[in-house]
T-cell receptor, first 114, second 112 residues
Framework: QQQVKQSPQSLIVQKGGISIINCAYE??????FPWYQQFPGKGPALLIA?????SEKKEGRFTISFNKSAKQFSLHIMDSQPGDSATYFC?????????????FGGGTRVLVKP | AAGVIQSPRHLIKEKRETATLKCYPIPRHDTVYWYQQGPGQDPQFLIS???????DKGSIPDRFSAQQFSDYHSELNMSSLELGDSALYFC???????????FGSGTRLTVV
C-alpha cells in the first residue's frame, strides 16, 4: 500500500506553461513534505519543502500548495522551461524520531516542449 | 560545498556474488540513509543510521546488511546477488533538526 500517491505519472507541457503535480498522503503523522527533482542517472535533489503549519510556499518558479484537511499537497512549476524536464518526486516524513525516513510518491516524468 | 560521496559509481557483478557500496555523508550530518531505486521506480527506503546506530529498517532483504563506522561513512553489503538487485542505490545524509536530505549520485549495480 503506497502511503504517498502521486499523479500524474507523466506530463507534457509547453515552454512557458504551468506544470502541476499532485500528491496525497495517508499517514497523519507526516509533518514534512519535500519535493525532489531527479535527472536520469543522478540522485534526487531537494527542490522545495513545506510543513503543515503553512498552506503555501513559493521559491522562484516553484510553489507548493498544502491542504492539511484533505491530506493533499501539490507542486506548481510556473513558466516551465526545457531544463525543467526531469522526474519529480513528492515525499513525506515524520519528525517524531531521529532517522526519519522519506516515503516517496511514485514520481512524475515531466517533459517541457520547446 | 561538500556533498554526499558514493563509490563506486558503477558496479557489475554476477549472480550469487557479493557487493559492497560505500557512502561518505556530508560532514557533521548525523543520519545516513540507504535507498534502492529500480528502473522507472521511486526510491525505496532500505535502512538508516543515526550516530552510528541503526535507527530504522525498511524493505531490506536479509541478504543485505549495512553499518556506519566511527568516521561516519557507511557501507551497504549485499550478498548472494540476484538479477532483481540490479538498481540504483542511493545514500543520503541529513542533520537532525535541519531540513532536507542530501542524496549522493548513486551507485548503479548491474547483476548479470
Amino acid at each position: 500500500q503506497q502511503q504517498v500517491k502521486q499523479s500524474p505519472q507523466s506530463l507534457i507541457v509547453q515552454k512557458g506553461g504551468i506544470s502541476i503535480i499532485n500528491c496525497a498522503y495517508e499517514n497523519t503523522a507526516f509533518d514534512y513534505f519535500p519535493w525532489y527533482q531527479q535527472f536520469p542517472g543522478k540522485g534526487p535533489a531537494l527542490l522545495i519543502a513545506i510543513r503543515p503549519d503553512v498552506s503555501e510556499k513559493k521559491e522562484g518558479r516553484f510553489t507548493i500548495s498544502f491542504n492539511k484537511s484533505a491530506k493533499q499537497f501539490s507542486l506548481h512549476i510556473m513558466d516551465s522551461q526545457p531544463g525543467d524536464s526531469a522526474t519529480y518526486f513528492c515525499a513525506a516524513s515524520s519528525n517524531e524520531a531521529a532517522g526519519n525516513k522519506l516515503t516517496f510518491g511514485g514520481g512524475t516524468r515531466v517533459l517541457v516542449k520547446p | 560545498a561538500a556533498g554526499v560521496i558514493q563509490s563506486p559509481r558503477h558496479l557489475i557483478k554476477e549472480k550469487r556474488e557479493t557487493a559492497t557500496l560505500k557512502c561518505y555523508p556530508i560532514p557533521r550530518h548525523d543520519t545516513v540513509y540507504w535507498y534502492q531505486q529500480g528502473p522507472g521506480q521511486d526510491p525505496q527506503f532500505l535502512i538508516s543510521f543515526y550516530e552510528k546506530m541503526q535507527s530504522d529498517k525498511g524493505s531490506i532483504p536479509d541478504r543485505f546488511s549495512a553499518q556506519q563506522f566511527s568516521d561516519y561513512h557507511s557501507e551497504l553489503n549485499m550478498s548472494s546477488l540476484e538479477l532483481g538487485d540490479s538498481a540504483l542505490y542511493f545514500c543520503a545524509s541529513s542533520l537532525t533538526g535541519g531540513e532536507g536530505y542530501t542524496f549522493g549520485s548513486g551507485t548503479r549495480l548491474t547483476v548479470v
